[in-house]
């Protein structure tokens, strides 16, 4: 009897260290290919029929099937580390980065108390609604959330975060708060896209909020954040600082509301955002609709953008079928509208097909 | 035809409606007298809240995915598919905001956890309750 009391003692003493090391580690994976079947390009670009799909890492579709636009690979690990203390790391592989892993989320989360959460680290920015899990194309409709709306260069940001949770007459209201700054040293966008000199791209003095209200089938979310841009473009190996006017830096300000409604087998989708760049306005919506038939959600998407200069839109027609508990297939039409002013065209007009699989694990 | 077989047959189809047609009981601690709504528990499975609503720190287990319960749970106290509640938690758990409940293979798992621990609340078909544990609601 005694010996079996030491013995489980010792047990339980042998345990501990175990159970207080705790990794989880999951994943998520989107395989994804298409091609443009139709397209007019850029004449004075000298840009072939394009659809880009994804603005911050240039995901291009061009005449010829490719698989690497929007195919990526992402494995989370997480140790718990007991009392409300965790460390979390995301590595992302990208087809459109030649599958080039790298770090997109470092982060330590702290539960101050059961409705505040607090986290210092790497981490995406959460300026839109589907900023923060838009490499996680299992938990959305899409393909990829519409391309016209998430078209800003900078998507990660260092610093720190707090999350808070309450629930008061019948909604759940969360959301966070965060401060920090994302140097990027060679941005992609601006760099390989929309010029062919190497820019630096900072956006420093980053201060952003998002409150989300939930009740039943009513989900809605908004959304604030300020920064101060300041760009760097090196020619023929020589460093300027890029001026707007006289000014050294601009100011950013990004505001959204998103409504979202999940009820019955319908879903209903929306967003509308504006960025204001020391008074020059940048207005993005987007509304989709889908119908959920047993495994199969058809659904339609219209998003647009709207500036002074740059102008475009994306009409989308898709089919999602979750073929298995884990993973989901996709087929997605894309009909590109860009009506930019002669030279602030993006890639054209564009018609293309992309289907592919998403999992989680 | 083996009329031998009829009885074992009836009775493995009785076995399969009784579970499919079995009320889920949600449970708890013997000493934990706390009083749920389905509302209350849905807001605990979905990670929306962290305690009981009388502030007691409370920690959901699920049953194991693809176990009929399971699916009888997510319907009836979630109102929602495996896919949705897959594609609600994937992200959650890929943005750092929450992880899902930890998950148990069998019944008797979940009453063994929920008897050692007053914070821990389950579900089991209603036949499977015991002594061990306080059943809070029905659902049916």
């Known amino acids: 009897m005694k010996k079996t009391l030491i013995a489980t003692a010792t047990g339980l003493l042998l345990m501990q260290p175990l159970a207080h090391a705790n990794i989880d580690i999951s994943g998520y994976a989107s395989v994804i290919g298409g091609r443009v079947l139709s397209g007019s390009g850029v004449e004075g670009f000298d840009l072939p029929p394009t659809f880009l799909a994804n603005y911050p890492l240039v995901g291009v579709y061009e005449k010829d099937w490719t698989f690497k636009p929007d195919t990526r690979f992402g494995l989370q690990f997480r140790a718990n580390l007991m009392d409300g203390l965790s460390a979390t790391a995301q590595v992302v592989a990208r087809g459109a980065d030649d599958f080039d892993a790298r770090f997109e989320w470092a982060y330590l989360s702290y539960d101050l108390n059961e409705n505040w959460t607090l986290q210092a680290g790497k981490k995406r920015l959460p300026l839109y609604y589907y900023s923060d899990f838009f490499d996680v194309g299992y938990a959305y409709l899409w393909i990829r959330p519409p391309a016209d709306n998430y078209t800003w260069q900078i998507f990660n940001y260092t610093g720190i975060n707090a999350q808070f949770n309450y629930f008061v007459g019948d909604w759940d209201i969360s959301g966070n708060i965060y401060t920090g700054r994302e140097d990027d040293q060679e941005n992609k966008l601006l760099s390989q896209f929309f010029g062919s000199n190497p820019i630096r791209e900072i956006w420093k003095d980053i201060i952003g909020g998002v409150i989300n209200l939930n009740k039943d089938w009513l989900d809605i979310r908004l959304t604030y954040m300020t920064y101060i841009n300041e760009r760097y473009r090196t020619v023929g190996g020589v460093v300027e600082r890029v001026t707007w006017g006289d000014s050294l830096t601009r100011r950013g300000k990004f505001a959204g509301i998103s409504v979202n409604m999940d009820f019955g087998d319908w879903l209903l989708l929306s967003e509308l955002n504006r960025l204001d760049l020391d008074g020059g306005k940048f207005d993005t919506y987007m509304v989709s609709a889908g119908y959920r038939i047993n495994a199969f959600t058809p659904y339609l998407s219209y998003a647009d953008f709207d500036s002074e200069n740059e102008k475009h839109s994306t009409t989308s027609l898709g089919l999602r079928w979750d073929f298995h508990s884990n993973a989901a297939f996709k087929i997605q039409y894309d009909d590109v509208k860009d009506k930019g002013v002669p030279g602030w065209e993006v890639a054209g007009d564009s018609k293309s097909i992309s289907f592919g699989v998403d999992l989680v694990f | ?140």
């Open chain 2, 1 to 140: 035809m083996n009329f031998r077989c009829i009885p074992a047959l009836v009775a493995v189809l009785a076995l399969n409606a009784s579970v499919l047609a079995d009320a889920l009981v949600i449970v708890v601690h013997p000493t934990n007298a706390i009083e749920l709504t389905t509302d209350d528990v849905s807001r605990l499975y979905l990670g929306r809240a962290r305690t009981f609503p009388n502030g007691e720190s409370a920690v959901p287990i699920n049953l194991a995915e693809g176990m009929p319960a399971r699916e009888i749970f997510d319907q009836r106290a979630l109102s929602r598919s495996s896919a949705q509640l897959k594609a609600y938690w994937s992200k959650l758990v890929f943005t750092g905001k929450g992880t899902p409940p930890q998950e148990a293979d069998s019944h008797e798992e979940v009453l063994k956890l929920v008897a050692t621990n007053p914070s821990i609340i389950g579900y089991v078909p209603a036949s499977a309750a015991d002594e061990r544990v306080r059943v809070v609601l029905q659902l049916d």
